[in-house]
């Protein structure tokens, strides 16, 4: 009974796999639209990318490559248990590198190095709906989105810029999709953000708690909600990596005493290896990591 | 039931079923882009290996089917579908999951199968029209997966095909999404793609 | 190296091993077996088979002793199973007034057909620790004698018994040909119906539900409740196969069957009658099915033409929490890794700072 060999390709019955298939292709031609779909319980907690296992189950093949990343990284606990989930009930072939992968699953960031046609990431979703945190009932966002109405978030955005002067949305920073739905891009950064206008790759999105499911096709616009007199702004840093030397990406802070001591180091941790294998390309010498 | 309804279906029904959803994956990302798609099924006619290589892949007994005049002319066809896949066939376009259209230049008006609501515009059909030739030229679109402009055409169609697609995307958010198949290919229009262009 | 993400593999087949040692606790003690479970915890195991929705002794037993007593992480172990079992069918509903009776009270009527039969209940125990079942030499309680009830006797329901004299409303008609939903294939949506309420209530969290009941006893979305009826018992569970025609006896199953008596005022379209409040749940499980028939009844206030006023009477909030599955999953997701997220909120957190003690700067040189 729990011997793993007596579960299907991918874990999924095929039944299971061909509801989710469906809601996938609706999602593909509705750009930013929740599909729900029958999300099954499935052997790891919701709230650990259920959602994402699932799409990435329903679209993986015999000859797929699989990357899995949590926080930008490969060997995060819950992407080392996921990438071992898929090893053992899909026997596929699995890489750290996102040049490789043919499926990336990810949680919480958008790889570096820029993704090309073919690939197809798959985000975990907590929660799908980016109307949610303004209004609770899901009867009710689900009537503004097919009204289109969309005033509650600019005036929630609008009422930061009066309290804060900025926007204070940091990561979850809604976007709208081909002009028409605003989508939650999930937990990522609003430094990843836009890395999924006019992307290559296909971008699937899973909430499994929440039983939604939804979809970027390639070359989609997506734009950051902004206001004209305060456009969107990309995170910046004033530095490098520590450890590549790597400019204008997004950098994990590591805090390396209790005296205020801190370095910063890419938070992708499969970008930052190659640029170190190939110094030459990262145009910055190896740094010294501090012990 | 007839002896063609059990003609045999995927051989390998996991790996199978993946192929060919990527395929159908790849053309919704794709819109216009032609790609084969290799069927080994042979169901009766005049359902072709693609088109039931795509409800084999898709349909269940979750699902509903709906087929023009020329293939329920075949009670084979129904039968081969109801045994490979369970799902239940309807005569109504407004109920159905899936449409499979044979005769293509006659087919019903798009808007006349299901597309949906506007808080649940997936609830709507799928349309595979099968037809004798797919083509990168003609009417011209644009949209999402496109990524600047794409060629495509399909035929037969009926004369006012663009203008029935300029009519199913100016519904958007709801409306149809359409796989057309040859014998050995498959693209597809879903509701996002602008017609920018006819031929 | 700083950047401790290497060795997540390794940390993490440490944790399970160290986890099974917990589980196996002093080895000087004999280790539990999944009999002595399934026969001596036996609320438990009916806890993990209702909440879990999958009726199998064995299989709860094991899990409650593979989560160390932890039941919501049973009933994890035991849905996650359930998911990837096939479906061959849907049984006909079963016949609760033809249950075999264990227990069956009513805090309605003194008497009443089929008797009051208070069987095996905790109700008039004094809550005094027991020291005889200390050191496992208790013995083996014995059968007390009982009045010989008639197996085939049917027991009618009290709420049927109002229905005769047309003092509670119908049980309300449906379609027999009509699909009953089920939410562990479809997603839920908003409003739903009493089918996919109660079984999103069955499934629920027995604390949810008990708080939610009882918050309706005092006050939040008030329901007049009396307990018409509570039973207990096997009832046998059949499936017509569509290719047979007929009905095969599949087993026997416990449930626990709760039916409350609410009041009801009456309305411009009805006369004023007692409303009707429903739970049900696998085996002995009279707490979970008293609260959900609670739940039930201040859930049916949208169709009942009530005001909706409080946290248990609406459905959107109680349906969308009930799952502890869900709940546990996302709460306890928090200790996933979330640095990428905090240091967006750090970098956002600084700047705002740096621009508050400039302005205090400025607003003290002028």
């Known amino acids: 009974m729990s011997d793993a060999a007596t579960y299907n390709f991918g874990y999924l019955d095929e039944q299971t796999k061909r ?41 993986l093949g015999a000859d797929d490559t699989l990357k899995v990343i949590d926080q930008g990284a490969d060997d995060t606990t819950n992407a080392v248990s996921i990438r071992k989930f898929f090893e053992r009930t899909a026997g596929i072939a699995t890489t750290t590198h996102t040049s490789e992968a043919t499926v990336i ?29 303004l209004e609770p009932r899901e009867t009710e966002t689900r009537r503004l989105h097919a009204l289109e109405d969309y005033g509650l978030m600019q005036v929630k955005l609008y009422e930061d810029i009066a309290r804060h002067g900025h926007i204070a949305t940091t990561y979850a920073y809604p976007v709208k999709v081909d002009g028409r739905y605003i989508m939650d891009p999930s937990p990522t950064p609003k430094f990843d953000n836009p890395k999924m206008d006019m992307c290559p790759a296909i971008q699937l999105f899973g909430a499994g708690r929440e039983k939604r499911i939804y979809a970027l096709p390639p070359y989609t616009k997506v734009v950051s909600l902004d206001f004209e007199d305060h456009p969107f702004e990309r995170t910046k840093f004033d530095r490098g990596c520590a450890l590549c030397g790597s400019e204008g990406i997004y950098l994990d802070e590591v805090v390396t005493d209790d005296r205020g001591g801190r370095m910063f180091v890419c938070s992708d941790t499969d970008f930052c290896e190659s640029q170190r294998a190939a110094p030459s390309e990262a145009g910055h010498g190896l740094h010294e990591v501090p012990r | 039931m007839s002896v063609e309804a059990i003609e045999r279906g995927f051989a390998d029904p996991v790996h199978d079923a993946q192929k060919v959803f990527r395929a159908a994956l790849d053309a919704m990302a794709h819109p216009g882009r032609i790609a084969r798609l290799a069927s080994s099924l042979t169901p009766p006619s005049p359902l072709l290996g693609t088109s039931a290589s795509l409800l084999l892949a898709l349909a269940d007994y979750e699902t509903s089917i709906w087929l023009d005049d020329t293939l329920s002319e075949n009670p084979a066809v129904s039968d081969f579908l109801r045994f490979h896949t369970g799902a239940r066939l309807t005569r109504q376009r407004r109920e159905a999951d899936f449409a499979v259209i044979a005769a293509p230049a006659d087919m019903p008006a798009l808007a006349t199968f299901a597309e949906g609501t506007p808080e649940y515009p997936d609830r709507s059909t799928t349309l595979i029209v099968q037809v004798e030739a797919l083509a990168n030229h003609g009417w011209h679109f644009s949209g999402p997966g496109i990524r600047e402009r794409m060629a495509f055409s399909a035929a037969p169609v009926p004369a006012d095909f663009p203008q029935q697609l300029a009519a199913n995307r100016a519904h958007f958010p709801r409306g149809v999404d359409l796989i057309f198949v040859t014998s050995v290919e498959l693209a597809a229009l879903p509701r996002s793609t602008r017609i920018v262009e006819s031929a | ?89 849907y049984a006909e509903p079963i016949e609760t007034s033809a249950m075999t009776i264990r227990r069956r009270i009513s805090a309605t009527f003194k008497d009443l057909p089929g008797g009051q039969v208070l069987g095996p209940t905790f109700d008039y125990t004094h809550r005094l620790l027991d020291d005889s079942l200390n050191g496992g030499a208790a013995g083996t309680p014995s059968s007390p004698a009982r009045k010989p009830v008639s197996e085939d006797a049917k027991v009618p329901h009290v709420a049927d018994l109002l229905g005769h004299q047309g003092l509670i409303e119908p049980n309300p008609e449906t379609e027999s040909a009509a699909p009953v939903g089920d939410l562990t294939r479809d997603p839920l949506s908003f409003p739903a119906e009493r089918d996919l309420r109660l079984q999103s209530l069955a499934r629920g969290d027995e604390g949810l539900l008990l708080a939610l009941g009882y918050s309706t006893q005092r006050g939040y979305g008030r329901t007049h409740p009396f307990a018409g009826e509570i039973r207990l018992g096997e009832v046998e569970v059949h499936l017509a196969p569509e290719e047979l025609g007929f009905e095969v006896p599949l087993g026997t199953i416990t449930v626990t069957e709760c039916e409350m008596v609410n009041q009801f005022k009456g309305s411009a379209e009805s006369p004023p009658q007692f409303t009707r409040g429903y739970g049900l749940a696998f085996g002995h499980c009279e707490r979970k099915t008293m609260s959900m028939a609670l739940v039930d009844r201040a859930l049916r206030a949208r169709e009942l033409g009530e005001e909706i006023v409080a946290p248990a009477q609406d459905e959107e909030f109680v349906l969308s929490h ?7 999953g996302f709460v306890e997701h928090l200790k996933l890794p979330h640095y990428v997220d905090f240091q967006a909120e750090l970098q956002l957190v600084r700047q705002m700072r740096r621009e508050w003690e400039d302005a205090q700067r400025k607003e003290a040189a002028e």
Not at chain 1, 29 to 52: K, N
């Open chain 3, 322 to 328: 009930a799952d502890n599955v869900q709940a546990t």
């Open chain 1, 105 to 133: 699953q990810t949680r919480h960031r958008i790889p570096e190095a820029p993704l090309r046609e073919g690939q197809i990431l798959v985000y975990q979703v907590p929660i799908p709906e980016p109307l949610r945190f």
């Open chain 1, 19 to 59: 509801m989710i298939r469906r809601a996938l292709l609706k999602a593909m031609a509705i750009p930013g639209y929740q599909v729900p779909f029958a999300s099954r319980e499935m052997p790891m907690p919701y709230g650990w990318g259920t959602g994402g296992v699932q799409v990435t189950a329903s679209v």
């Open chain 3, 1 to 89: 190296m700083y950047v401790a993400v290497k060795g997540g593999e390794s940390a993490i087949a440490a944790a399970h091993t160290l986890l099974a040692k917990e589980r196996r606790g002093d080895p000087a003690v004999p280790e539990l077996t999944t009999e002595q479970i399934r026969e001596q915890l036996t609320l438990a195991v009916d806890r993990v088979m209702s909440e879990g929705s999958l009726y199998d002794r064995d299989l709860a037993a094991l899990a409650i002793k593979q989560a160390r007593g932890d039941l919501i992480e049973a009933i994890f172990l035991v849905r996650a199973y359930r998911s990837t079992l096939p479906r061959f069918g």
